[in-house]
C-alpha cells in the first residue's frame, strides 16, 4: 500500500486494504480468490522492480537494494498466497467439500468484463465510482466476490428458483434507484449524463428515432449471444415487476392462441412508429410522451392481467425486446430440452410463468419460443427430465456453465446499472 501511497494512487490503496476482509466470507472458492488477488499482486511488485531498476540504470544510480527489498517483498506475497495450502488453513477456511470452481470462474469473469469497461469507456462507469470517486476497483472487488456468491446460490437447485427472483429483484431496485437519484438532480446517475426511458422497447426504439446511440443494442445483442434469451429472465430491469405480478397466482393459466400475432404486430409496428416520428419531425418531447405511454401501459397489463392468469403477459405478449431475445437468442447455444424420461405428468407447466411449457410443448420435448433458460420448471420435474443443453455437455455439466455466465453478466451489469 506504501508503493501505491507514494503514486497517489488511493484507488489502488482502498482496493488492497479491502482484500483481507476477503476472508470473512469462509468460504473454499473465496480462498482461493485471495490466493489468486495475491499472485497479481505479486507481479505487480516484480513488474514495479523492473520499472525501477531500468529508471536508475538510465541515470547511473545503484539499484540492487531497491531490487532485493521488492525481491524479497514478492516472495513474502508468493509466500502468503501458498499458505494456504497447508492443512491448518485449509481446515479453518476452507469447507469439507472441493473447492467451488464456478464461483471463483464467475469472480474472474465479472472482474475481467468490469475491469475492461473501467479502461475502455471515458466516463465513470463502475457504480462506486459514480458514488465515490477512486473506488472503482473496490467496486470491482465486490462486485466479484457477490457474483461468486451468488453462483454458489444459484446452484443449489433446492434455491435457484429463490434466488433467480431475489437477485432480479435486487437488480431492479438498483437500476429504478440510480434513475430516481438522477431525475432528483444527481446527473451522474443517469445514463451517459441524459435521461433514457427505462422501457425495453426504447432498445429498439430509441436509437431509430434518434438516428444513434447503438450502446444499448449491442451490449443487448451481445448478451443474447452468451446467454440467449436469459437476458429476460436474469437482466432485464422491469421483468422482475411482471414476475412478482404473475406469481400472485398460484397456478399459470395457458395464454390465447391470438397472443402469438399480437406479439409479432407490436414488433413491427415499434421500429415502424419510431421512424414515422423521426421522419414527421415530431418534437422529442412528444416521442418520449409516445414512449412513458407504451411502458406504462404495460406496466398496466403487469398489473390487471399478469397477475389474474398467472403468466407474465408484459413480457411474453407486451414487450417486443422480449420476441427479439427469444428469436435472436437461438444464436447461443444454450437450450432446456426435455428427454424421453418424461412422463407429461405437466408439473413443469405450473412452474412456467413464460408460457412456454404447455401439453403440446411437453410432447414435443421443448418449451416453445417464449422459453427463458429461466430454469424455474427443473426443480419441479421429478424426474429430473428437463435440462439444460450445451454443445456436447451432459446437462449437469451445461448447467453449471450457463449459471456461472449468467450470474457474472448478472453482476457485471448491476456494476454498470444507469450507465
Known sequence: MAHFLRADNYGAIAFWGAVPFVLLLRKAWATRVLQLLLAIGAIIWIKTAF???????????????????????????I???????????????????????PSIIAFMLTAGILAIAYYKVSFPIIITERILPGTAWVGILILGI?????????????????????????FSAVFFSQLLLGLLGLDRFLMTGDLHLPVPAMIIAGPLFRGEGLFMPILFLSTLLLVGPAWCSYLCYIGSWDYLASTKKRKPKPLP???????????????????SLRLSGVPTVLATLSGIAFGLAGVALMLLWSSRVG?????????????????????????????DSCDECGACSLACRYDALNIRDIQNRKPSLSC??????????QSQSIGYRFLKLNPETARVVFITMVAALHAAFLGVARI
Open 372 to 381: 427463458t433458460l429461466c430454469g424455474d420448471c427443473l426443480k419441479r420435474c
Open 257 to 275: 392462441k391470438w397472443s402469438c400475432k399480437v406479439r409479432w404486430l407490436i414488433l413491427i409496428l415499434i421500429p415502424l412508429v419510431a421512424l
Open 311 to 339: 403468466a407474465m403477459t408484459h413480457c411474453v405478449i407486451w414487450c417486443p425486446i422480449g420476441l427479439v431475445a427469444n428469436w435472436l437468442g437461438k444464436i447461443s447455444p444454450f437450450r432446456i430440452r426435455i428427454d
Open 51 to 77: 520499472s525501477i531498476a531500468q529508471v536508475r540504470l538510465e541515470y547511473g544510480e545503484s539499484w540492487l537494494r531497491m531490487a532485493l527489498i521488492l525481491a524479497a517483498v514478492s516472495s513474502m506475497t
Open 79 to 101: 509466500w502468503a498466497a501458498l499458505t494456504f495450502q497447508k492443512s491448518n488453513l485449509r481446515e479453518r477456511f476452507l469447507p469439507t467439500d472441493s473447492v467451488n470452481k
Open 146 to 170: 457477490y457474483a461468486g456468491w451468488i453462483t454458489e446460490k444459484l446452484l443449489d437447485r433446492r434455491q435457484t428458483h429463490i434466488w433467480r427472483k431475489r437477485i432480479w429483484i435486487v
